[in-house]
């Protein structure tokens, strides 16, 4: 008797469990990827040397902020004469 | 606590970090709340990864308490205003009526809480039968946590009690709905 | 012994004790029954769940993760309510009875004792009740930690692609992923220097929660020995210490975080002897 009790908690728990929708899974899982950033102004690509921050070509902005030293974007990863 | 700790990271303060983690818990788009604040993923996930490893490391706990202050915090951001998580008119009802009733937003984390324990998704059930998203649930809940610091102690065992009778009330209706405890019929 | 002590009394109240002895067996022997059939009920749930509990720790997906952790919320619910139960008939039965008897008979009467030992029996086995009732709930909480090694190496492949070959959006060229990343990077191609980005993707930025519980995983006999050696700050150290490097094994990128985090822990806590 009791085992059936057991049972049939178990699985309702697993059922409701199953097809209750999760909170702030809104994002697909995704994979890992390889992308470029191009200007969205001239369609330039960014080159290592020309800083992740501007467009070297024609100065749009890529990004709003200033980077600091983190864990892999560096100071130096800002666009130099902007 | 070293002032070190307030800096920005990439730009990004402690008080926009909040402010974006609140519009992402929400519901509103990743994506949007990164644009609006001018930054990309890479610059992101090390913002996300940096400022919760700041808060670990001090032990002033200064950064913890001001982003939970931000976050409770309803002064729109300057960059971020526009971007408005779906609410339906239900779900703006209930929110406003947690804000003014103190009991019912004791009632409704009691019947979270109880959700827990059956096995269910405490924040989506809320979202799904009172329409309040985990965003503006924890927001109200940090507010009326600066609000105790305020209250004497028998008029926070008040809020508690109810609480708990109220989340005793919710657990009964959802043992009700998955045909009862598994300890049911043992008596004294 | 209650026998003699009934001998040694008389008067109006005896009849009155052996009400009293007869109504603490009975709410003694009805607690004992209660606990056990309990403790049954507990036994029957989590040896059911445990298998169950194991197969759904070994999703891989986040959907599949979320039906695991509300499952186990749902089974260790069980054991709250099983606990509020033996708590609130322990409150309402075992204790209202002793604090009747305690107003009728003071410290110092002769049958204080019978009622004393009543009160005694009740507490030990409300004790081994709950012992065994935590025993259950760390068991089903370990099952999150069972596989953790296994998980740990399929998000590891994850975190560098599992060598797969990605190529220069600008130029072609290939670039290859030479290390773990947990979340986004910029990586320059190597042919043109065009930066390119490297999104490890979702299961990837569960690698440093996996990285926490497995360090605390891998050091648990040096926590235990700290625990059993005495409590000694050197034991504690040697733990704490252990635990940070395996952290940094497995996180090299948050090295000078971990180290900060270590510095703290190291100073706050000192073992129990350091703060005496």
């Not at chain 2, 307030?6 to 519901?27: C, F, N, R, W």
């Not at chain 3, 999150?144 to 797969?164: D, F, H, K, P, Q």
């Not at chain 3, 050197?234 to 975080?257: C, G, I, T």
Request: hydrophobic content about 35%; overall charge negative; glycine content about 6%.
């Amino acid at each position: 008797m009791t085992e059936n009790k057991i049972r049939s908690f178990l699985d309702n728990l697993k059922k409701t469990a199953e097809t209750q929708k999760n909170y702030g899974l809104y994002r697909e899982a995704s994979l890992p990827v390889m992308d470029a950033a191009v200007c969205p102004h001239c369609g330039a690509g960014r080159a290592k040397a020309d800083g992740l921050t501007h467009c070297a070509y024609c100065g749009r902005r890529f990004l709003a902020v200033a980077l600091d030293d983190g864990i892999y974007l560096k100071k130096t990863d800002n666009s130099p004469n902007v | 606590m070293s002032k070190d700790f307030l800096e920005p990271i990439h730009g990004i303060s402690i008080e926009d970090y909040a402010a974006m983690s609140k519009k992402i818990v929400q519901g509103v788009e990743e994506a949007l709340v990164l644009e609006a604040m001018g930054i990309d993923r890479a610059v992101w996930d090390e913002v996300n990864t940096l400022w919760p490893q700041r808060m670990a490391e001090d032990t002033s706990f200064q950064v913890s308490i001001l982003y939970g202050r931000y976050f409770a915090d309803e002064t729109p951001h300057p960059k971020l205003d526009a971007l408005k998580a779906n609410i339906s008119p239900e779900g703006i009802a209930n929110l406003a009526r947690i804000k003014s009733d103190r009991y019912f937003f004791e009632e409704l984390s009691g019947a979270r809480n109880a959700a827990y324990e059956y096995g269910l998704d405490g924040a989506q059930w809320i979202l799904e039968n009172f329409g309040i998203n985990l965003g503006d649930f924890q927001s109200v809940a940090m507010q009326y946590g600066e609000e105790n610091k305020k209250l004497d102690s028998e008029q926070l065992m008040e809020y508690l009690h109810y609480q708990g009778e109220k989340k005793d009330e919710y657990a009964e209706k959802f043992a009700a709905e998955q045909g009862g405890n598994v300890a049911d019929g043992v008596e004294f | 012994m209650f026998d003699s002590l009934f001998h040694r009394q008389s008067g109006p109240d005896k009849a009155a004790q052996l009400a009293w002895q007869e109504r603490l067996r009975d709410v003694e022997t009805r607690w004992f029954a209660f606990l056990e059939k309990l403790e049954d009920r507990m036994e029957s749930l989590c040896s059911a769940a445990l298998p169950e509990l194991r197969a759904l720790r070994r999703a891989t997906d986040d959907v599949n993760r979320r039906v695991y952790q509300k499952v186990l919320s749902g089974v260790t619910g069980q054991l709250q309510n099983i606990h509020d139960r033996a708590y609130h008939t322990h409150d309402e039965k075992v204790l209202d009875t002793w604090y009747e008897f305690r107003e009728e008979f003071k410290m110092t009467h002769a049958f204080f004792d019978f009622g004393h030992t009543f009160r005694q029996n009740c507490e030990k086995r409300y004790q081994e009740f709950e012992a065994c009732l935590w025993g259950w709930d760390k068991l089903l909480h370990e099952t999150s930690r069972e596989n953790l090694e296994e998980e740990y190496r399929r998000v590891l492949e994850i975190c560098t692609a599992g060598g797969e070959k990605f190529t220069c959006k600008q130029c072609g060229a290939p670039i290859s992923i030479a290390r773990a990343f947990f979340i986004s990077v910029n990586l320059p191609c190597p042919a043109c220097a065009t930066q390119n980005t490297f999104d490890p993707g979702s299961e990837a930025r569960e690698l440093p929660f996996i990285a926490r519980d497995l360090a605390e995983k891998r050091v648990a006999p040096l926590y235990e020995a700290y625990q059993n050696g005495g409590r000694t700050p050197e034991l504690f150290r040697q733990y704490l210490r252990a635990r940070y490097d395996e952290l940094n094994r497995m996180l090299p990128d948050l090295k000078a975080h971990h180290e900060k985090r270590y510095h703290n822990e190291a100073a706050t806590t000192q073992g129990d002897e350091g703060n005496e």
